[in-house]
């Protein structure tokens, strides 16, 4: 069955450390897109990317940085200049640009140590 | 900013009975949508209506759009305990980038 996969499920996070957020999509896919999700609050957008070798800043990039060298992959790193990280993330895609129904994989909790 | 903003924050029901939740929002779109949040999981989109459409239905869903009052709601009827989740409106700004932009959402209680 087509979808995104994220992993891991659960990560933690030491203070300073730098860590990496998997995403997968067997869906060929172009656009892959970056969420964080707070409690009680709703997603805002962190980065994305319409094509392969490309990607744009969201609403809430500093702090993460992301790279596109494969269609299927878009993997996003938390770096220690993030100092708010702990937080629920999720991945999505959608076929095209436009606004068109997203994908989205089941997400990765992550938390300080 | 948020684009779209749910209303209410949260409800609380009985099997059986019917669900309406709003959403609310500041600028013209070129479509707005509806998905559903199971606790700790992706979201799952569930209707995409157009700015020039009224009204969609699929199975026991029913979405309407006011472009002129910028509101939608999403009415969920006969509703089961299987329908407790969050939902979130998103909406895109026209004329803009066409990345949706995602609401708090409603949190759906259905007591068995």
């Known amino acids: 069955d087509g979808g995104i996969t994220q992993s891991p499920k659960y990560l933690f996070r030491k203070e300073g450390q730098n860590v990496t957020l998997s995403c997968e999509q067997n869906?060929?896919?172009?656009?892959m897109y970056w969420y964080r999700q707070d409690p009680g609050q709703g997603l805002r957008l962190i980065y994305y990317s319409q094509i392969v070798n490309d990607f744009q800043k969201g609403d809430i990039a500093e702090g993460y940085s992301v790279s596109r060298e494969k269609k299927e992959s878009f993997p996003l790193t938390v770096t220690s200049a993030q100092k708010n990280p702990t937080a629920f993330y999720l991945c999505?895609?959608?076929?095209?640009?436009?606004?068109?129904?997203?994908?989205f994989g089941d997400g990765t909790r992550l938390s300080i140590l | 900013s948020q684009q779209g903003e749910e209303d209410p924050q949260a409800l609380s029901i009985q099997e059986g009975e019917n669900a309406t939740m709003n959403c609310s929002y500041k600028t013209s779109i070129n479509n707005l949508q509806w998905y559903r949040q199971n606790s700790g999981r992706g979201l799952v989109h569930l209707i995409l209506?157009?700015?020039?459409?009224r009204e969609k239905h699929s199975g026991r869903l029913r979405v309407t759009l006011d472009t002129s009052k910028k509101s939608s709601s999403l009415l969920i009827t006969a509703s089961r305990a299987a329908d407790t989740a969050s939902y979130f409106c998103?909406?895109?700004?026209?004329?803009?980038?066409?990345?949706?932009?995602f609401g708090r959402g409603t949190s759906l209680i259905v007591h068995p």
């Open positions: 209506i157009r700015s020039n459409e």
């Open positions: 999505a895609s959608t076929p095209g640009q436009g606004n068109q129904p997203q994908h």
């Open positions: 869906l060929n896919h172009d656009a």
């Open positions: 998103a909406t895109d700004a026209s004329g803009g980038s066409y990345i949706p932009t």
